[in-house]
């Protein structure tokens, strides 16, 4: 592509995966491979409840984020207090989940179901968010795979690239399909943070809900902190 039709937008300061959904992420410096599945490693596995065969997810089950990726299935056992199994996702298959309606109250739940075949809550497999957006907010709130340090000004700067085509590093191409909507797993404690209901209630005040965006690679590479963020006009 000519080099006039590629903008640079900035680089990636921070490399994140989930091994197991809902737990705390790795942040990592790369090189790591990227491709229409998203980072390799990401969401590969999930905390089943033996008694219901649902996933669990720290909507519901906060403790989750307390919780150790190294751990196996009789020490989550444990440590939730309810037989639980870790597990892969099926080909084909929708994992069900239930997700808290209300930060505030655990009585309203809404059952969700993953695309098939993965452990992802949208369809797209690769969750950006800039250093802008985030602001002095803790990153591991938001649970991003990309956080982008943007060379220009202005807040939320992301929100303009929906609908358009990135290049990340040096050949990894991905469409940013949508905006980020968030629900009440910005506003859970974890180690270092405690709970904060008044993050959600700002997000839906303020931005309709949505932080960030989510991207659908759709080329293959390897991707470490500090490459360039391009767009392709």
Known sequence: MP??????????????????????????EGPVAVGPEGIEGDRVRAVVDEVTGKVLSAKTVPALLSASTSWDSAELTSFLGRPVRLAAPVV??????????????????LEL??????????????????????GRADVRRFR??????TDGAGAFPEDEWVGRRLRLGGGVEATVRKRTSRCVLVTRAQP??????????????????DLGVYLDPQTEGRLSTGDPVELLE
């Open 3 to 28: 080099a006039g039709n590629v903008k640079r937008l900035g680089t990636i300061r921070e490399l994140w995966r989930y091994p197991v959904k809902s737990m705390p992420g790795e942040r990592l």
């Open 92 to 109: 084909g298959e929708q994992a069900i989940f239930d997700m808290d309606v209300d930060p505030d109250r655990a009585d309203e739940v």
């Open 113 to 134: 179901r993953t695309p098939p075949g993965v452990f992802f809550d949208s369809r797209s497999t690769l969750h950006l968010l800039t250093v802008a957006s985030l």
């Open 144 to 149: 991003p795979n990309l956080l982008v340090e």
């Open 192 to 209: 270092g943070l405690p709970k904060d209901s008044d993050i959600h209630r700002a997000l839906v005040r303020d931005r309709g809900g």
